[in-house]
């Protein structure tokens, strides 16, 4: 049951379209506001986010710029995204306001603790991704670039690929939030998961080997990471199984009319 009665009322369609209207409202302002405030610095951010590639170029080789509005576009696009980036944290407490009235006590509890650990997973995949992997990636490219070829990058180019590798690194440490999930409303078990850990063990050194060099340093050193995350979602996972069942059932106690004295 709702904590505030009022919640208890449905409440009409449009007035659902209107608050969900302006929560998306309040999101792309807090994305734009973000963006104000870095469009100055946008080659700053660029120079920062490009540092981990230009630390392993040869001697006097740069990255170049293929198309015309380059130098300026892909700085522009870099801090939109990284505005995007920032703005998680209010978009995800805008969507919680919207869909929070609609929860039982025992379900917020369980809900808030993993909305603030996605945010931080995500964050520290990037962190993982650009401090660890980042380096070693482009260490090995350098290494392997073949005698004769010149090393030179198209900024464009560098960011479709480094994004892409942010989002990915960000969403694989989101497992232990998907495995607790998958756990807490039902649609596997933890028995299940420890059935198929082998399988899951596999799967994470074949996504290492597809998102890093080919060598098997780097292949390893996002695939157990991926391995340990899972671990501790099955952890987590059965942890607050158990709790929401106990929760469950108090809220239903609760909720069962008081007995009628004879």
């Not at 973000?34 to 469009?39: D, R």
């Not at 198309?67 to 209010?90: E, N, R």
Request: aromatic share 12%; hydrophobic share 55%; with cysteine.
């Amino acid at each position: 049951m709702s904590e505030n009665p009022e919640h208890d009322q449905p409440m009409p369609l449009v007035s659902h379209l209107t608050e969900l209207r302006t929560r998306l409202l309040r999101c792309v302002a807090a994305i734009f506001l973000i963006f104000a405030g870095l469009f100055s610095f946008a080659q700053q951010i660029y120079t920062l986010v490009s540092a981990p590639l230009r630390a392993h170029l040869p001697a006097n080789a740069t990255m170049i710029a293929t198309d015309v509005a380059s130098p300026f576009l892909t700085p522009f696009k870099l801090t939109m995204i990284v505005s995007l980036f920032l703005a998680i944290p209010f978009i995800l407490q805008q969507i919680w306001g919207f869909i929070a009235p609609g929860l039982y006590r025992h379900e917020k509890r369980i809900a808030i603790p993993l909305l603030i650990s996605s945010i931080l997973l995500f964050y520290a995949g990037m962190a993982f991704a650009y401090f660890l992997v980042f380096p070693l990636m482009f260490s090995f490219f350098a290494a392997a670039t073949p005698e004769g070829v010149s090393m030179m990058t198209d900024i464009a180019s560098y960011l479709d690929f480094v994004m892409t590798l942010f989002f990915a690194f960000g969403v694989a440490f989101e497992i232990p939030v998907a495995v607790v999930l998958l756990v807490w409303i039902g649609v596997v078990d933890v028995q299940y998961l420890k059935k198929v850990r082998p399988y899951v063990i596999i799967g994470c050194f074949v996504v290492g080997m597809i998102l890093t060099p080919p060598d098997i340093f780097s292949q390893t050193l996002l695939a157990v990471p991926m391995w340990m995350l899972f671990e501790v979602g099955v952890l987590c996972g059965s942890l607050i199984r158990k709790r929401s069942q106990a929760d469950e059932a108090a809220d239903d106690h609760n909720d069962q009319p008081p007995a009628t004295q004879p």
